[in-house]
């Protein structure tokens, strides 16, 4: 199909559009303060910070306090009870329900309207946009985007609202044109039962003429595989031959990469990564497949702070502006948004790669880490170490967890890892010894503390059986849509969970 002249002057006034917040970052972002802070100062929480007379950014700091959504959720709760003007102007009445991986709860996160038109949706056109100007001769247009969503149900506390995963709010509130252009149907693509949905997806799409995928690597996977099941191939392209982009984001890339290249081994196969939250659609690649780093996005209902790492913890955290971001250090991101998070910690890490136009990568989360032992190791360490270990032995993982184990009397530290392998061509002791010395080579602390052993002994390494983690999500009421195996963690609590599911 030949992308028809309509479609195409939509795509071209939306590249202009990303050209011109790329250009003005600074006014395009103050535009979009001035929106946000106008909008919401009849609101009961604009009333309380006294917004009609917040004239400047160093006004809006000084007025607004740093949120995390325990401080929100007293609002949060108000408006699931039927209460409106609460922290936004127009009703609120869905919620993206988000449980992190960081607590037992969940979050409602609230979405409006002018949350899915200006963010949401105009991102989505914006991430099809960045491609097509890479890809003009593409026909991702003639077929379908096969997406995997999560699930939804009616708030029991309002009949008037309704909460799910983000995926799901996105789906169900779809314009019909943008529900012919994708695949399942959403009976199966909102199904809350992750195993019955991932078979009658699988039944479904097999007919389809997808050009696209789009969700997380993991739930991908497991649908690819029981797709070559049913079509007896381990190609994708023998399935959907006009198949051409991967859209992916949740988790990082780098440990999937091999695993989606063997089960596409097509150079015609395009990867983009899409910086995609409850919170907000914050960002998405805007150079093609290898390169690192996400076109932040500025004019789509979102004000962006940045804290330093320095900071987080204190009672009155310092951020920065655009302006004033340095590359390559670690950043909070904190966001104000047209739904009316207000100065709110999503509790992702992020780095500039690029100053012009800005570009971030994500580099971990705030409680996600282990620094047990002054070895300050983060996600995109482990990522980057586990892919490493992976070239260099030809393992494919399909996910992992790690956490100390502490010092005792005179036994030394050491990180104590749960691995879950597609495959592994070695001996177990040859890809730990790689993946220390990749660790190594990406983190110099962790580096120094490894130094002939003296306060880091050489990784512990468990075998996870396949589908252990997915049997620990489910024991825990997690399996499917945004709930994700938590990579990293100071403390015992999740990998002690864990390890009886080895057995």
């Known amino acids: 199909m ?32 001035n929106r946000l802070v106008g909008s919401a100062q009849f609101t009961d929480y604009g009333k309380k910070y006294s917004f009609d007379k917040i004239n400047s950014i160093a006004d809006f700091k000084k007025n ?26 127009s009703p609120i009445t869905w919620f993206a329900k988000s449980s992190g991986t960081t607590s037992d709860k969940s979050k409602f996160i609230p979405v409006s309207k002018e949350s899915l038109d200006e963010n949401h949706y105009r991102a989505s056109k914006d991430v099809m946009t960045l491609y097509l100007h890479k890809h003009p001769q593409s026909s991702i247009m003639s077929g379908k985007c096969l997406i995997i969503g999560g699930s939804h149900q009616i708030n029991q506390l309002n009949a008037d609202s309704f909460f799910g995963d983000l995926s799901a ?20 693509a909102l199904m ?9 997806m699988a039944h479904t799409t097999i007919q389809e003429n997808v050009t696209y995928l789009a969700g997380v690597p993991t739930w991908m996977i497991v649908l690819m595989k029981r797709i070559f099941e049913i079509a007896g191939t381990n190609d994708l392209m023998q399935i ?51 390169e690192d780093g996400m076109l932040l996005f500025l004019n789509h209902g979102i004000y962006y702070e940045f804290m330093p790492m320095d900071e987080y913890g204190k009672a009155h955290p310092e951020t920065l502006s655009l302006k004033e971001v340095e590359l390559n250090k670690n950043y909070a991101l904190v966001v104000s948004t047209n ?44 990522d980057s170490a586990i892919a490493a270990a992976c070239a260099a032995t030809g393992a494919i993982v399909n996910d992992y967890t790690a956490a100390p184990v502490y010092m005792t009397g005179q036994t030394k530290g050491a990180h104590e890892w ?39 002994q050489m990784p ?33 609590k999740y990998l002690e969970e864990m390890l009886p599911y080895l057995a």
Request: hydrophobic share 40%; glycine share 6%.
């Open 64 to 89: 607004v306090p740093i949120n995390d959504y325990d401080s929100l959720k007293p609002y949060i709760q108000s408006i699931m009870e039927g209460k409106q003007n609460v922290l936004w102007q």
């Open 339 to 382: 739904a009316g998070l207000w100065r709110y910690v999503v509790g992702d890490t992020i780095q500039f790669t690029s100053l012009a136009p800005y570009r971030i990568k994500v580099t971990g989360r705030l409680k996600h880490f282990i620094n047990a032992f002054g070895e300050e190791v983060i996600v995109d360490n482990t």
């Open 418 to 456: 749960i691995i879950e392998f597609e495959k592994l061509p070695c001996p177990l002791d040859v890809f730990v010894q790689k993946l220390d010395k990749a660790l190594q080579s990406v983190n110099s602390d962790y580096e120094a503390k490894r130094y002939k052993d003296m306060a880091l």
């Open 169 to 188: 709010v996105v789906l169900q509130n779809m314009a019909w044109y943008g529900q012919m252009i994708r695949t399942p149907d959403l009976s199966i």
């Open 240 to 290: 959907w031959p006009n198949l051409e982009l991967y859209i992916h984001g949740g988790v990082s890339f780098k440990p999937y990469r091999n695993q989606f290249q063997q089960f596409i081994p097509h150079t015609s196969m395009n990867y983009l990564e899409t910086y995609n939250a409850s919170e907000g659609f914050f960002a998405a690649q805007d150079t093609m497949n290898n």
């Open 460 to 492: 512990v390494v468990h075998v996870m059986p396949k589908d252990g983690f997915n049997k620990w999500l489910k024991d825990k009421g997690k399996l499917g849509g945004q709930h994700k195996v938590p990579r990293l963690s100071n403390e015992r």
């Open 192 to 200: 809350d039962e992750w195993e019955e949905k991932i078979e009658m």
């Open 2 to 33: 030949i992308i028809s002249p309509a479609i195409k002057g939509l795509f071209k006034l939306r590249q202009s559009a990303i050209d011109n917040f790329a250009l003005n970052p600074v006014d395009t972002q103050m535009q979009v303060f």
